[in-house]
């Protein structure tokens, strides 16, 4: 099982966007991805596991099944360890499950200030504010929690620099070597990714 963590806004959903042409299995098809990509905020390709509103919130049960069973080669869920930390469902055999974590980093500041302009745009909820909910003190508690279980679990982890993952082949390629090499998975792969996605700008 392959994680996608972080405090969001940092090329999350992009990350998934790359996997997935690369063949890793994200669980969605490339015009899920597309409609994703092309929709303002730029945001989502989560599973829906939230335990929070909105939403029926799902058992410990159920979410021990969707990591024991491997639903997905790879699940993206901002902050899950400090969310489901919080909620108890992340008990020693889940962790087990996690191969590695990858953290996608952007400076706070400009994470805060995307979220902004999604509410702005319209779209406070989905990749937004929350209504003023998600500030800079929650992202950096999101990211202490994602080093703290990595470490204490020895769940091995890396850190992507965001915009630099999703622009230089190179850095990418380095960075997730322990993902790519076993693959096969070359720079001028992830570079084809990048070409076929069509990787826009941060819009802030």
């Not at 919080?86 to 974590?101: F, Q, R, S």
């Not at 937004?128 to 508690?141: I, R, S, Y």
């Amino acid at each position: 099982m392959i994680v996608i963590s972080g405090y969001g806004r940092s090329g999350t959903t992009l990350l998934v966007a790359i996997l997935t042409n690369l063949g890793f299995n994200t669980g969605f098809t490339d015009e899920v991805i597309n409609t994703h990509l092309n929709h303002p905020p730029r945001a989502g390709l989560e599973h829906k596991f939230s335990i929070r509103g909105g939403t029926r919130a799902l058992t410990k049960e159920e979410v021990e099944l969707i990591f024991k069973k491997g639903r997905s080669g790879v699940i993206k869920k901002p902050g899950l360890f400090d969310v489901y930390r919080k909620a108890g469902y992340l008990t020693p055999e889940v962790l087990k499950t996690i191969d590695i974590c990858i953290v996608p980093i952007r400076g706070i500041e400009k994470a805060m200030a995307s979220r902004t302009l999604v509410t702005a745009l319209g779209f406070d909820e989905y990749g937004g504010l929350h209504k003023g909910a998600v500030t800079e003190d929650t992202h950096a508690q999101k990211l202490g929690w994602d080093i703290e279980t990595c470490v204490m679990n020895d769940i091995p982890f890396v850190f992507l620099k965001y915009p630099q993952f999703s622009k230089d082949a190179s850095y990418c390629h380095e960075q997730l070597k322990s993902l790519f090499k076993p693959r096969n998975i070359t720079v001028d792969d992830v570079q084809k990714a990048f070409d076929t996605i069509g990787i826009k700008e941060p819009r802030v």
